[in-house]
């Protein structure tokens, strides 16, 4: 897959990526990040019909394991300071 790679990062964030781990969470706090991951999320399953329960899991499951995810960053970019 041409994509599977880092698409939006700098030379630069790409041999350092704790710089934008960083910078990140310098601009939101844990509670924003859940709150707005839930809301983007929110609408695209809310367009969804009941027929797409399959979609709608999918989605449920991608917000939990992204959640999750920027909380283990948070651990260790707390842990990096």
Known sequence: MVDNKP???SEDE???PELVIKEFYSAYTISQIRALIKLLLSGSI???TP??????QK???FKQ???R???AAWI???KQQ
């Open 7 to 9: 698409l939006l990062l």
């Open 14 to 16: 790409k041999a350092n």
């Open 46 to 48: 809310e367009r969804l």
């Open 51 to 56: 027929d797409e329960s399959e979609q709608i």
């Open 59 to 61: 989605f449920k499951f």
């Open 65 to 67: 394991q992204l959640i």
């Open 69 to 71: 995810m920027l909380e």
């Open 76 to 78: 260790i970019n707390k």
